[in-house]
């Protein structure tokens, strides 16, 4: 029997990559166990026909849901202004970033997941978010 409890195991088996091998190093910290005993748990775990617990609740849900209001399906053509005082640019000591505060005039929302973005007034202006990637050319 491994040290490691079974949700542990179910969960770094659906980790792959970089992701897997952080985890199964904290793991083998953790449990005071070495690589191959986790992996020889893994393999059992697959093996096994006990029935697997759900993967953590703490996993994110990365489907992309309709923003309540913003349900059209045509593209804008005129951007959802807010009031741009009420936002805070993030921390960004670099002299690129000081330029693009400058520019930047309104506040507007994206049309795809309703997060605020600062736009300068040129018309017409492509915006992709950065939140969602939702890509838009305004002209007015």
């Not at 000591?93 to 400058?102: G, K």
């Not at 309104?106 to 939140?131: D, F, H, N």
Request: proline letters at 10%; a negative charge; one cysteine or more.
């Amino acid at each position: 029997m491994s040290p490691v409890p079974q949700a542990e195991l179910v969960a770094l088996k659906a980790l792959s990559g970089y992701d897997q091998m952080l985890e199964m190093d904290r793991i083998c910290r953790v449990y005071g166990t070495d690589e191959a005993t986790v992996q020889a748990a893994m393999a059992a775990l697959s093996t096994s026909s006990t029935p697997t617990p759900n993967p953590p609740a703490n996993t994110w849900d990365t489907s992309h849901k309709e923003v309540p209001g913003l349900q059209s399906t045509s593209p804008p053509s005129a951007p959802n202004l807010v009031d741009k005082s009420q936002f805070r640019f993030e921390y960004d000591p670099t002299r690129e970033a000081s330029a693009r505060r400058e520019s930047v005039n309104q506040a507007i929302l994206c049309s795809g997941c309703g997060v605020a973005l600062g736009i300068p007034e040129v018309r017409p202006i492509k915006v992709t978010c950065p939140s969602c990637l939702f890509e838009t050319t305004y002209t007015h």
